[in-house]
């Protein structure tokens, strides 16, 4: 019934950037966290940031902060990722996904997954 439908991957520069955008729909309760995460091959997959729709709690990983921003347009149901000054360990598969908790939580709680986008970043 949730649906998550993810856009915004591709390759570029390092130092580029690039905007991801999820749009949700099916969600009907009322507080709800939006996550945003990474997985690069051989590694472990890792939440990148995350924002609640109710009191607008915001969270970002150490190794993006400075550089990515989440936000959301409750009206159009989506929610972004800008990611400024991309370097190369920036590359990985980026999802989004949604849980019926806080943000942050652990990633148990998200129970619903876009099918993820490719982002590369490389000279």
């Known amino acids: 019934q949730v649906q998550l439908v993810e856009s915004g991957g591709g390759l570029v520069q390092p130092g580029g950037s690039l905007r991801l955008s999820c749009v949700t729909a099916g969600f009907t309760l009322p507080y709800y966290s939006v996550g945003w995460f990474r997985q690069a091959p051989g590694k472990e997959r890792e939440a990148v940031s995350c924002?609640?729709?109710?009191?607008?709690?915001?969270y970002y990983a150490n190794s993006v902060k400075g550089r990515f921003s989440i936000s959301s347009d409750n009206a159009k149901r989506t929610v972004y990722l800008q990611m400024n000054n991309l370097k190369p360990d920036d590359s990985a598969t980026y999802y989004c996904?949604?849980?019926?908790?806080?943000?942050?939580?652990?990633?148990?709680?998200?129970?619903?997954w876009g099918q993820g986008t490719q982002v590369t970043v490389s000279s």
């Open positions: 996904a949604m849980a019926p908790t806080r943000c942050p939580s652990p990633q148990y709680e998200y129970k619903d």
């Open positions: 924002i609640m729709n109710r009191d607008g709690s915001i």
